[in-house]
Nanobody, 125 residues
Framework: QVLLVESEGGFVQAGGSLRLSCSLSGDDFEQYAVAWFRQGLGKDREFVAAIWWRETITYYAPEVKGRFTISRDNAQNTAYLQMTKLEPEGTDVYYC??????????????????WGRGTQVSVSS
């Protein structure tokens, strides 16, 4: 059974940085595309970024492009989300998702197969 585990989030001031990690176990990590989503209270789950099996293929939501970087280390079975210039609007629960299949559109949360439990990121103004 595939299990995704996110690192602990945290509190950060606006303009600060934070790195999240997502570890996959139970299958061959290299076969999976990985994405990050976030969800605020009472809101839909929102796409943040995705990285495909090949590390050079990445996608970002327009509101985070240039500030967030998604990466992966296949040897460590782990994906990362480096977040910089964080804004109070980025206060959300961040979720890691993974799939072995082609996802169209990649922003559709219901298309992703496996999910982590989420981790809280809080950005103070």
């Amino acid at each position: 059974q595939v299990l995704l585990v996110e690192s602990e989030g945290g509190f950060v001031q606006a303009g600060g940085s934070l790195r999240l990690s997502c570890s996959l176990s139970g299958d061959d990590f290299e076969q999976y595309a990985v994405a990050w989503f976030r969800q605020g209270l009472g809101k839909d789950r929102e796409f943040v970024a995705a990285i495909w099996w090949r590390e050079t293929i990445t996608y970002y939501a327009p509101e985070v492009k240039g500030r967030f970087t998604i990466s992966r280390d296949n040897a460590q079975n782990t994906a990362y989300l480096q977040m910089t210039k964080l804004e109070p609007e980025g206060t959300d629960v961040y979720y890691c998702a993974a799939t072995r299949f082609t996802v169209v559109p990649i922003t559709a949360a219901h298309k992703w197969t496996f999910w982590g439990r989420g981790t809280q990121v809080s950005v103070s103004s």
